[in-house]
C-alpha cells in the first residue's frame, strides 16, 4: 500500500441523518455524526482493497471541522485521500461538500 490512495462516497441527508434525529443538536441539518461516520466510511472502503482477504482497518482518531449546515435532500459527496503511512497507522485527509460548497474537512486515523 502507498500513499495518494482516494476514495469517495456519497449520501442525501435524509430525517434519519439530521442533528435533531441523531441528537447532536435541535436543527434538521446534516449531522456530525453522519459526516464524520461517511468520512470513516469512505477512508476504510478506499484501502480496503489492498489489505489481506479478511482484514480490516478500525478508525482511531477523528479531527475535523464541520462548517456548513446541509438540509435535509442535500446530496453530501466525500473524498478521502490516504497522505501517511507509519507502520499500521494510516492518515487520511478527508473532505465533505454539498451543492454549495465545502461543509467538512480535516484528518482521520486508522489502524
Known sequence: ??????????????????????????LSV????AMVAL???TAYKSVSPYLEEGMG????????????????GAKITCKSELTAIDG???TFHVEAHD???????G???RL
Open 1 to 26: 500500500m502507498e500513499t495518494g490512495i482516494r476514495g469517495s462516497g456519497e449520501c442525501t441527508v435524509t430525517e434519519a441523518l439530521t442533528a435533531k434525529a441523531m441528537g447532536s443538536g435541535e
Open 30 to 33: 446534516f449531522a456530525t455524526p
Open 39 to 41: 468520512m470513516e466510511e
Open 57 to 72: 482497518t478500525v478508525g482511531t482518531r477523528m479531527q475535523v471541522s464541520h462548517v456548513a449546515a446541509s438540509p435535509v
Open 88 to 90: 499500521r497507522k494510516l
Open 99 to 105: 451543492h454549495a460548497g465545502l461543509i467538512g474537512e
Open 107 to 109: 484528518t482521520h486515523e
